[in-house]
Antibody
């Protein structure tokens, strides 16, 4: 069965860095583009970043461009999100997701809290 | 930046039809996706590519799109359909994805 398992969340000070990971299983990870989506406490869903199946193209929301980097290692079936220069407004649950089409998969999310 | 606009809330009685709209300038050329999210849970896809229903989603959920507006329709809404609903699509370039602000559906 398909699983997406995020890890790496935690508490970090403003200006700090964190790297999230998402381990995929149960589907051909290397064949699909992948997204990061976040949800601040009590707020709506916000798309963060997308990477193509082979890592050739990456796209970011304006709110994170220049601070976050999405990447993937298809040999390890793992998606990453490197987050630098973190701000209080980056506090959210971060989901990795394969979206588009009928086969739509989401992880359970990992909480990132940016606070001094 | 591109935006998708949804009403903040919709309220219906059980058995009535609920309609949630999503407007965006690129929707005439880009598919809309609809997600249901219940408190504390990850989103669940209920409609993809404007009007297709994933397996396991009840037939009372349907979608349509015309011009700059996509619509999620729940025919005969049930109490268990109470949730937040989000539309999701891309801008005209297809490279930037956006969620609508979400619509809280109340069924009571």
């Amino acid at each position: 069965q398909v699983q997406l398992v995020e890890s790496g969340g935690g508490v970090v000070q403003p200006g700090g860095s964190l790297r999230l990971s998402c381990a995929a299983s149960g589907f051909t990870f290397s064949s699909y583009g992948m997204h990061w989506v976040r949800q601040a406490p009590g707020k709506g869903l916000e798309w963060v970043a997308f990477i193509r199946y082979d890592g050739s193209n990456k796209y970011y929301a304006d709110s994170v461009k220049g601070r976050f980097t999405i990447s993937r290692d298809n040999s390890k079936n793992t998606l990453y999100l490197q987050m630098n220069s973190l701000r209080a407004e980056d506090t959210a649950v971060y989901y990795c997701a394969k979206v588009g089409g009928a086969e739509d998969y989401w992880g359970q999310g990992t909480l990132v809290t940016v606070s001094s | 930046s591109y935006e998708l606009t949804q009403p903040p809330s919709v309220s219906v009685s059980p058995g009535q039809t609920a309609r949630i709209t999503c407007s965006g300038d690129a929707l005439p050329k880009k598919y809309a996706y609809w997600y249901q999210q219940k408190s504390g849970q990850a989103p669940v896809l209920v409609i993809y590519e404007d009007s297709k229903r994933p397996s396991g989603i009840p037939e009372r959920f349907s979608g349509s799109s015309s011009g700059t507006m996509a619509t999620l329709t729940i025919s005969g809404a049930q109490v268990e359909d109470e949730a937040d609903y989000y539309c999701y699509s891309t801008d005209s370039s297809g490279n930037l994805w956006v969620f609508g602000g979400g619509t809280k559906l109340t069924v009571l």
